[in-house]
C-alpha cells in the first residue's frame, strides 16, 4: 500500500515540468508564472503516473522499456507510484500468463511502488477466470481494457458484463482509447480509435466499476469527455494537445476527474510533465492531477 | 538552455486579432522557457489558398509579429499552385518586409518542378523553406508532400535551406528518406511525443540537422519539447535542437535586414 494519502496537498510542491527543465530553464523561465509552490518541508511530494506499459513495443525498441529503467527514469522525474499494463496484454493471447509476469516484474520493483493493471479481453473464451485471476491471486487494484486492439465496441454486451463483475470485484477498469495515432500505425498493425460514447449510458446506468479511460483525446470530443466525467469516469491527460490543453481540461470537466498519466514510455514522460507548466495550474489543482483523484479511485468511500 | 520554436501558428487560442492570438500564445512559450517563434499561416487556412487568401493570412502574421518584433520571426505562406501571385508574396513579405522563410503546406506536392522559382527566390533572398511533410498510414492528401518528395526538391537546389516540417510524422522513414540530404534539417514538431525520435535523428542525421518545433496552438509546447528534453542526448545536441541549429539558419537573412539578435 503506498502513503500517498498520508500526504499534506499544502505540501505539495512544484510542477511536473520543473524536474524535466531543471537545468535547461532560461532566466525567462524561472520568471515564468507556474504553480504555486506552497511552502514545503522536504517531504516528497507524490506524484501517481496512472499510464505507464511494461515490455516491449513491437514495433521499435523504446528508451526505458526494461522494468528497472522506467522505474529509474520516473523516480528520477519525481514519480512515486505508477500504475502499469504490459504491451504483452495488448497483443498476447495467454493473458492469464502476461499478467502473471505483470504482477511479478510489478513486485521486483518493491512496495508497491508500480500497480500492475492486468488486461482482460471479453472476447476470450474463459476471460471471467482472467479478470478473477487479477483480483485474487494477483491482487490487483485494477484492469486495463484494450478494446480497439481486442476487437470489440463498447457497446458490446460483453463489455457491459466485465464492466459489473469488475465493479464486484472492486477493480478500477482502464480502458485505452488508442495507443497511437492512427496515421503513424505500422501498415500490418492499423487499428482505429475507440469510439468512447457508448461507454456514457453504461456509467450512467451505474455498473459499480471506477473507470479510468486513458489516451482519450483523439477518440472523444471534449463535450463527450465532459459527458464521460459527468458520468463517473476520470480521463488522464496524455493525449492531451492544444496549448493550455489541461487548463482547458480542468475548465470543462471537474478538476476531480482528471489524472496524470504519461502513456510512457510509448511516450517520452515529460510530454505529460511539462503540460502541467504549460497550463500554471494551481497548487491544488496540480495535486489532484498528480496524486490526488488516482488516490481517491484507490480508496473509494 | 536557451529555446527558439521553428513552428507556431495563429491557432488554438482565443482573439479576434492576429496580435491578440499571437500574445497569448507567447503566455504560454513563456512558461516553457521558449523565447522567440516563428509564426506562420493566418486565423483561418485552406488546404489551396487563393492569391487573396495568401494576402490576407500573410497580413496576418505580419501584423502580429509587429507587435513582438523580439520574440517572433514570420515566415511567407506561399502555393505553388499561383506562381506568380507567391513570387509577389515572396517579394513583399521577405525581400520588402519583415519575414524571414517561407511557408509551404499541401497545396502541391514539393517534388514538382513548378516550385523551382519559388525556391531560387527564396535561396536569392536567404530564407529557409519550411515545408510540411508527412507519411500517413490513412493516406496523405493529394497535394501533401512525403519526405521523399522534400529530398528530390532539396537536391535540385544544394544553395537552398530546408526544414522538413514534421519529418514525415512518421518519423523513422523520414529521418531515413532525409538523411542523405544535407540541406535539409529534420523539424519534430506536430506528431505525437514518441519516444526515440529525437535519438534516432540525431544518430541519423547528426543534432546539427535537427530542430525543436511545436505546431503549436493546434499542439502543446510542451509534448513538443519533451522530445528534445526528454531524449536521451548530450545537453549540447539539445540547444543545438533547441535554439541554435534555427539561430545558424537564420543568420545570413536576419544579418542581411540588419536584425539583431
Known amino acids: ?301 | 538552455m536557451t529555446i527558439w520554436d521553428a513552428h507556431i501558428h495563429l491557432s488554438g487560442v482565443p482573439g479576434d486579432a492576429p496580435e491578440a492570438r499571437l500574445e497569448r500564445l507567447l503566455e504560454y512559450a513563456d512558461r516553457l522557457g521558449i523565447e522567440r517563434v516563428c509564426v506562420f499561416m493566418g486565423m483561418k487556412w485552406s488546404y489551396a489558398p487563393s492569391p487573396d487568401d495568401l494576402r490576407q493570412q500573410n497580413d496576418e502574421v505580419w501584423r502580429a509579429i509587429r507587435h513582438f518584433p523580439e520574440r517572433a520571426f514570420g515566415f511567407v505562406y506561399l502555393n505553388p499552385n499561383h506562381l506568380a501571385a507567391s513570387l509577389a508574396e515572396l517579394d513583399r513579405c521577405v525581400r520588402d518586409g519583415p519575414m524571414v522563410g517561407v511557408k509551404l503546406w499541401v497545396a502541391r506536392r514539393c517534388h514538382e518542378p513548378v516550385l523551382d522559382p519559388l525556391v531560387r527566390r527564396a535561396a536569392e533572398l536567404k530564407a529557409v523553406v519550411l515545408q510540411h511533410t508527412y507519411l500517413k498510414a490513412t493516406g496523405n492528401l493529394p497535394g501533401e508532400s512525403t519526405p521523399t518528395d522534400l529530398a528530390q526538391l532539396a537536391a535540385r537546389h544544394p544553395d537552398a535551406s530546408f526544414i522538413a516540417a514534421h519529418t514525415g510524422a512518421d518519423w523513422e522513414l523520414g529521418i531515413r528518406a532525409l538523411r542523405d540530404t544535407p540541406n535539409v534539417s529534420v523539424e519534430l514538431c506536430g506528431f505525437d511525443p514518441t519516444a526515440g525520435v529525437t535519438e534516432m535523428a540525431v544518430r541519423e542525421v547528426g543534432a546539427a540537422r535537427v530542430l525543436y518545433g511545436s505546431d503549436a496552438g493546434g499542439r502543446s509546447f510542451a509534448s513538443q519539447l519533451a522530445k528534445v528534453l526528454g531524449a536521451q542526448i548530450s545537453a549540447a545536441d539539445k540547444q543545438l535542437i533547441l535554439r541554435d541549429n534555427l539561430k545558424r539558419l537564420l543568420t545570413p537573412i536576419l544579418q542581411t535586414k540588419g536584425i539583431r539578435i
Open chain 1, 1 to 301: 500500500m503506498n502513503t500517498l494519502s498520508a500526504l499534506n496537498r499544502r505540501e505539495f510542491v512544484q510542477t511536473a515540468a520543473t524536474a524535466a527543465l531543471a537545468g535547461f530553464g532560461s532566466a525567462r523561465a524561472a520568471a515564468a508564472p507556474r504553480s504555486k509552490a506552497p511552502a514545503g518541508t522536504g517531504r516528497h511530494p507524490a506524484w501517481v503516473d496512472v499510464n505507464v506499459t511494461l515490455g516491449r513495443w513491437p514495433f521499435r525498441r523504446l528508451p526505458f522499456d526494461e522494468t528497472p529503467a522506467l522505474v529509474g527514469k520516473l523516480r528520477q522525474q519525481g514519480v512515486t507510484a505508477a500504475w502499469a499494463g504490459t504491451f504483452d496484454g495488448v497483443f498476447h493471447h495467454d493473458l492469464a500468463a502476461a499478467n502473471a509476469r505483470l504482477a511479478e516484474d510489478c513486485r521486483r520493483q518493491g512496495r508497491g511502488w508500480l500497480r500492475p493493471f492486468g488486461s482482460v479481453n471479453p472476447k476470450l473464451p474463459g476471460w471471467k477466470r482472467d479478470l478473477q485471476q487479477c483480483a485474487e491471486a494477483h491482487q490487483m487494484a485494477g484492469i486495463r481494457l484494450h478494446p480497439t486492439y481486442h476487437g470489440y465496441a463498447l457497446d458490446d454486451a460483453a463489455f457491459a458484463q466485465l464492466l459489473v463483475l469488475a465493479g464486484r470485484h472492486r477493480l478500477i477498469v482502464q480502458i485505452v482509447a488508442d495507443l497511437e495515432d492512427e496515421r503513424t500505425q505500422h501498415p500490418l498493425a492499423r487499428v482505429p480509435h475507440a469510439n468512447l460514447q457508448p461507454l456514457v449510458p453504461l456509467l450512467r446506468a451505474g455498473t459499480g466499476a471506477r473507470v479510468v479511460v486513458l489516451n482519450w483525446a483523439r477518440s472523444a470530443s471534449l463535450p463527450l469527455a465532459k459527458q464521460l466525467a459527468e458520468a463517473g469516469a476520470c480521463l488522464d491527460i496524455a493525449t492531451v494537445e492544444n496549448v493550455g490543453g489541461v487548463d482547458n481540461l480542468v475548465r470543462q470537466l471537474s478538476v476531480d476527474r482528471v489524472v496524470f498519466g504519461s502513456h510512457a514510455p510509448l511516450f517520452y514522460f515529460e510530454s505529460a510533465a511539462l503540460k502541467l507548466q504549460e497550463s500554471a495550474l494551481t497548487a491544488e489543482t496540480s495535486w489532484a492531477i498528480r496524486a490526488g483523484n488516482a488516490m481517491r479511485l484507490l480508496s473509494p468511500v
